[in-house]
């Protein structure tokens, strides 16, 4: 509940913000789907990770750069600052850690899935998920 008040809501909040924004467009609602599912994990990181997908390719490497142009380094920032915020006391320390955790997948969302924690097994293929 403490992650909720202090961090996911705010951060869910700006990745549905920055969703609409790209969903105006056609050409970037890809964009505005990984910002949607983003927000999701945001709200509540806890017992899920971000799995790279291998095979993901070249639109999701020129995606990613204009993503982190535009959208990724305002998110990336608001996360750290959320874990530098959190980190100040010791109850808020792993929560500041889940917030520094989100921080790699705000900054390149695409070519990346967000699976349950109990299904995440090191050295799977992505897409086995």
Avoid at 27 to 35: C, D, E, K, L, R
Avoid at 60 to 71: H, P, T
Wanted: aromatic share 10%; hydrophobic share 55%; proline share 6%.
């Amino acid at each position: 509940m403490i992650w909720l008040l202090l961090c996911g809501l705010w951060m869910a909040i700006g990745y549905a913000v920055a969703g609409v924004v790209c969903c105006i467009l056609i050409i970037t609602i890809p964009f505005g789907i990984a910002s949607f599912r983003m927000a999701n994990y945001a709200l509540w990181p806890f017992g899920r990770t971000v799995v790279r997908k291998p095979t993901a390719g070249a639109f999701s490497l020129i995606g990613n750069i204009i993503w982190l142009v535009v959208a990724g380094i305002w998110l990336a920032i608001g996360h750290i600052t959320t874990g530098i915020a959190l980190c100040i006391t010791i109850i808020g320390i792993p929560l500041g850690i889940a917030s520094f955790k989100m921080v790699p997948v705000s900054l390149l969302p695409l070519g990346a899935d967000i699976v349950s924690s109990d299904e995440y097994i090191p050295g799977r293929p992505a897409a086995q998920y």
